[in-house]
C-alpha cells in the first residue's frame, strides 16, 4: 500500500485517529500535510514525522473556515498536486436529550462535523477533477448510520457526513475521484476521554462500552488509521461512495 510521491492533506492531524493517520500515511511514504486548529499539537506532529524522515509540514486550520481551508488546499495542490484528502478534524457534545441540547451546541457541532467536511470536499474537488484523480477519505462514525441516544446533534453531523459522501462519490466519480467514508466505533483518543468525562464513573463506563463489542475492547486509532489509508489508496480503486464501518462488529449483533 505505498503511497510514495502522493500528497495527503489530513484535517484534526494533532491527535487521536487524525495523528494516527498521519503516521501511517507517513510510513507507506506520503508525503503529509498535517493540519489542525491546534497549533502546537499540529506542529509537534509534524516535527516527529520529519524527525523520523517523512516529508510532512503543518498548516494551522480551522475547518470551520471555509477560505482558509481553500487557502490551504490551493497552496498545497500548487506544490505538490493534491492527492488524498482526509476530512478527520470533528468534535463531540456532552450527552443530552434533543430537547435539552442548545441550538448553539447544534450549531457548533454541525459547523465542525459537516460544514468542516463541506468545506474541504468544496476546496479540494476542483483540483481533483482538473486533474482527473483524487481520494477523499471523510472520517464520520457508527453515528453515520446508527441514531445514538442523548447524541442527536452529533448523529445528524455524522448520518450527513456519509450521504454527503455519497453524492460526491457520484457527482465526481466521473472525473475520476473517489470518496468514501470510515464509520469508526468507539476508539481510544481525547475525544472519548471527553464523552466518558461526562459519566459519574468513567472508567466502569468505558468498561461496560467495551464489553458491548464483540471484540471486547475498544478501537485503538491506529486501527481506524488503517481503514482510512486502504481507502485513500490504489489498493480501493474500485471502492467509491462507501462507508466502511470499522467496529469490532458491534452493528452486526
Ligand atoms: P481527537 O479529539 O483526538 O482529535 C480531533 C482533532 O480534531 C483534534 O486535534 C482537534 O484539535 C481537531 N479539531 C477539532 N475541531 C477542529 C476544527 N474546527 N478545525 C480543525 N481541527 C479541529 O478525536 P478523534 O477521536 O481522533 O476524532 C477524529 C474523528 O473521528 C472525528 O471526526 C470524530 O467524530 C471521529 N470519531 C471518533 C470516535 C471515537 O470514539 N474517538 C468514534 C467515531 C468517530
Redesign the pocket.
Known sequence: MRLENETALI??????????TAERFAEEGARVIV????GD??EAVADDLAADGAEAEFHE????DGEAFHAVVDAVDESYGLDVLVN?????HPSSRLEDTADSMRDFVI???VK?VWNGCHAALPHMKDRGEGAIVN?????SILGLPKQAA?SLS?GAVLNLTRAIAAEAGPYGVRANTV??????????E??LAGRDDPEAAREAMAEEYPLKR??E?EE?ADAILFLASDEASFVSGHGLVVDGGFSTC
Not at 484535517?11 to 494516527?20: L, P, Q
Not at 478527520?88 to 463531540?92: L, R, S
Request: hydrophobic fraction near 35%; charged fraction near 15%.
Open positions: 484535517t484534526g492531524a494533532a491527535s487521536g485517529i487524525g495523528r494516527s493540519t489542525d486548529v491546534d499539537g499540529g486550520l480551522d475547518v470551520t478527520n478534524a470533528g468534535t463531540g459547523d465542525v462535523n468542516g472520517v464520520g462514525s457508527l453515528a452529533y455524522k464509520c469508526p466505533g468507539f476508539t481510544d483518543t481525547a475525544l472519548l471527553q464523552y475498544l478501537a486509532p481506524v
